[in-house]
């Protein structure tokens, strides 16, 4: 259990510390004059989560300074326009919800199996607990995609194909990005990026 918190720790102050210092490094003598376009709607500067009181907290503190971090970085990226920056924020937003709740809830159900599985249960557990189990963590699954290809959807209709297209690019660098910081935290080599499955969706546009 120590060893898990100190590691929670680790990733949250080293990804933390990393971040905020490229960020200022790419800032230089200060940062750039507000824009009225994204008053009020761009997020908010973060200079680091303060300490949490336990893995999971520790964990979701990341997250949440991470997809801070991947808001401040997609309107460049992206080179979406003032028209486009705050409807794209929203959806955004509504995109990281839906793949945070789904961490959670999944390491959650991965929890009680494992639980209800691992070698140092004495207990025989009913079958049908376990299928119904099982079927939670799988409809869970089947769920989070649905609601993923729907917010995908959702943030294409304010893009153009162009948009789009970098749209797929600019995910993958940062779920690297988060990788290599990560490594770089724990002092490891960096693994392999997470394959996530085609999840495009439709969605309108113009």
Do not use: C
Request: aromatic share 6%; no cysteine.
């Amino acid at each position: 259990m120590r060893r898990t918190l100190a590691l929670g720790f680790v990733v949250l102050f080293g990804l933390s510390s990393t971040l905020a210092a490229q960020t200022s490094a790419q800032q230089g003598a200060g940062p750039p004059p507000p824009n009225p376009g994204r008053q009020g709607r761009a997020a908010p500067r973060n200079q680091g989560p303060p300490p949490a009181a336990n893995p999971m907290q520790a964990e979701q503190q990341v997250q949440r300074f991470w997809n801070t971090h991947v808001l401040e970085q997609s309107q460049r990226f992206l080179g979406l326009s003032d028209q486009q920056y705050p409807n794209f924020f929203l959806k955004m937003q509504a995109l990281q919800g839906v793949r945070d709740r789904h961490m959670v809830d999944r390491r959650r159900l991965i929890r009680e199996l494992s639980a209800l599985t691992g070698p140092e249960r004495t207990e025989t557990v009913a079958e049908a607990t376990l299928v119904t189990k099982t079927r939670e963590l799988d409809d869970l699954e089947t769920q989070s995609t649905r609601q993923e290809q729907d917010a995908i959807a959702a943030i294409d209709a304010t893009l153009t194909p162009f948009q789009r297209a970098r749209f797929r690019v600019f995910q993958e660098q940062m779920e690297r990005r988060k990788m290599d910081l990560i490594a770089q935290a724990l002092g490891a080599p960096a693994p392999p990026p997470v394959q996530r499955p085609n999840r495009g969706g439709g969605g309108g546009g113009k």
